[in-house]
């Protein structure tokens, strides 16, 4: 069963941009989508966008079109999910999660991004 | 976009008892559908796909109904772990969208 190990917190200043790791480990790393879901604080999830690793091709949520991009690096396992223009209202644990079917299982252990000036 | 509405937002009940959610998708997403489960301070879990299918080690007090456009999350009877909040997730045209919640909480 695949684990994924996200990178630690940052704090990031207004109108930067923000980039986090989710490595995988234990499994086939190419037979899942990757996708990366944020929670605000008090709030519920929001999917934003996810990425097929062995073909390379993402696709986004509406929202976050044009301020994000998936990618992923098939030789070490890793996908990463950067976010630019970060302004306050992005201030959230993000998690990235893997898929096969429907169905998101597992997660990584989220990554807390405080936007703050 | 498909939106996911859920009720009830808070449901409190007493351990041993049925606690039903019901999760309704503003048009069919057939049967893609998926429920999770989340606790403070934890990633969400995997409890139902597609519909009505339990997840790898999930308690069979867990069950998923529906199709279209209506879903329901059942859980038999409350164990003292299951107090958390809920989420449903549908899945359209390779995008994904989630419920806004339901919070179990004890009475």
């Known amino acids: 069963q695949v684990q994924l190990v996200q990178s630690g917190a940052e704090v990031k200043k207004p109108g930067s941009s923000v980039k986090v790791s989710c490595k995988a480990s234990?499994?086939?790393?190419?037979?899942?989508?990757i996708s990366w879901v944020r929670q605000a604080p008090g709030q519920g999830l929001e999917w934003m966008g996810r990425?097929?690793?062995?073909?390379?091709?993402?696709n986004y949520a509406q929202k976050f079109q044009g301020r994000v991009t998936i990618t992923a690096d098939k030789s070490t396992s890793t996908a990463y999910m950067e976010l630019s223009s970060l302004r306050s209202e992005d201030t959230a644990v993000y998690y990235c999660?893997?898929?096969?079917?429907?169905?998101?299982?597992?997660w990584g252990q989220g990554t807390l991004v405080t936007v703050s000036s | 976009e498909i939106v996911l509405t859920q009720s009830p937002a808070t449901l409190s009940l007493s351990p041993g008892e049925r606690a039903t959610l019901s999760c309704r998708a503003s048009?069919?997403?057939?049967?893609?559908l998926a429920w999770y489960q989340q606790k403070p301070g934890q990633a969400p879990r995997l409890l139902i796909y597609?519909?009505?299918n339990r997840a790898t080690g999930i308690p069979a007090r867990f069950s998923g109904s529906g199709s279209g456009t209506d879903f329901t999350l059942t859980i038999s009877s409350l164990e003292p772990e299951d107090f958390a909040v809920y989420y449903c997730?549908?899945?359209?045209?390779?995008?994904?969208?989630f419920g806004q919640g339901t919070k179990v909480e004890i009475k």
């Open positions: 048009q069919s997403v057939s049967s893609y």
């Open positions: 990425i097929i690793p062995i073909l390379g091709i993402a």
């Open positions: 999660a893997g898929s096969i079917t429907m169905g998101f299982d597992p």
């Open positions: 997730q549908q899945r359209s045209n390779w995008r994904w969208t």
């Open positions: 597609d519909a009505s």
């Open positions: 234990g499994g086939t790393f190419s037979s899942y989508t």
